[in-house]
């Protein structure tokens, strides 16, 4: 997560220096030249009302029906061809601007006709990118094969060299053929075929807009059409291949940071002994299980209360902290022998059954031979009466 803010910070910091940069050359470069022409208008603008006397109010409305006429000089901009490259303008998010909806019904439409228009357009065009990189892909190993590489592998430096080079045939392409129908230079030509197929529509070059070719040149508005579909589908390829594979970094992080608190997870729960704090004694060995179960206590340590221990019946031999480990199927009933010792064991038993079970002796009453009248061999069952004897035992809860 931290990883993806400082990636985030930095790409927002250089965004605006990015920005700062280019208004700074945008100034240096274009600033000179906007004055010359604005004072150049201006000296035909004085030329113009001094020559056929017109006031400003009638140079304004000049200038007014002149800036209205301009779209029709293409021809009738609304019917089918027009409207059709007005939708194509819409949806790919070009926005020439040579041509907008004049009525209220028409801007309305258009909204909605953008809304889900446009989603749709970027996925379409972000499908056909992958397919034709898939391809692509295909030839450069066949290819390969067929030229007799050693490694027919395709790397992503061949694609990015394969992907460059196809945006720039088409934008070669459409400057030959633009320039050509427009009679621009090529360098305009070439101009326009990148703004208009980075969607950037700048609108101050646009074709189809001379001499009604929409209405008298069906080839040319057939060519113009598929030349953006096909256009914008190249670049979108080439975009899919670069852009897109650093956008997706975040998603990637993500991604990871999600496998690895998973990781850590996993970890924990798998099966490893560590120390836990009980209520009644300082350590104390756990074993953790799966999640939403509860835990054993394997082999408590216990610490008796030297004040408890004083409190014990002077008729004990001695009272000490034992520990009893049980990980048995069936127990027996108390019928194994026990080893030889000065001291017998007093217990209780229960016949049940245990999985794991931990318990803890909390008093351990310690008999000499002498009071017992029992020999070292004797061995405990559970018909003794000793073995019925009341001790006070503590099991822990599983």
Known sequence: ??????????????????????????????????????????QKRGELRRKYRFSADDYRELERLVLQAEPHRAGRQWKFAGSFYFAITV?????????????????????????????????????????????????????????????????????VLVGFLSCMGTLCIGAAAFSYFEGWTFFHAYYYCFITLTTIGFGDFVA???????????????????????????????LNLVVLRFLTMNSEDERRDAEERASLRRARNNIHLKPKEDSRSGNAIFLPVEDRTSQMNLIPLVQEDAGRQRRQSANSAAAVPSFCTCLCYKPQLCGSPVPSHPETLSCHTNPVYYNSISYKIDEVSLSTRGQTGSSPGSTLSSSSPRCRQRSRLRRKSI
């Open 208 to 238: 189809l807009q001379k001499n009604e070719a929409l209405q008298k040149k069906p080839p040319y508005v057939a060519f113009s059409f598929m030349y953006i579909l096909v256009g914008l589908t190249v670049i979108g390829a080439f």
């Open 91 to 159: 949806i790919t998010t070009i926005g020439y601007g040579h041509a907008a909806p004049g009525t209220d019904a028409g801007k309305v439409f258009c909204m909605f006709y953008a809304i889900l228009g446009i989603p749709l357009t970027l996925v379409m065009f972000q499908s056909l990118g992958e397919r034709m990189n898939t391809v692509v892909r295909l030839l450069l190993k066949k290819i390969k094969k067929c030229l007799g590489m050693r490694t027919t592998n395709v790397s992503m430096e061949n694609m």
């Open 1 to 42: 997560m931290k990883r993806q803010n400082l990636r985030t910070a930095a790409l927002i910091l250089c965004i605006f220096s990015y920005l700062l940069v280019g208004a700074a050359v945008f100034d240096a470069l274009e600033s000179e030249a906007e004055s010359g022409r604005k004072r150049l208008l201006e």
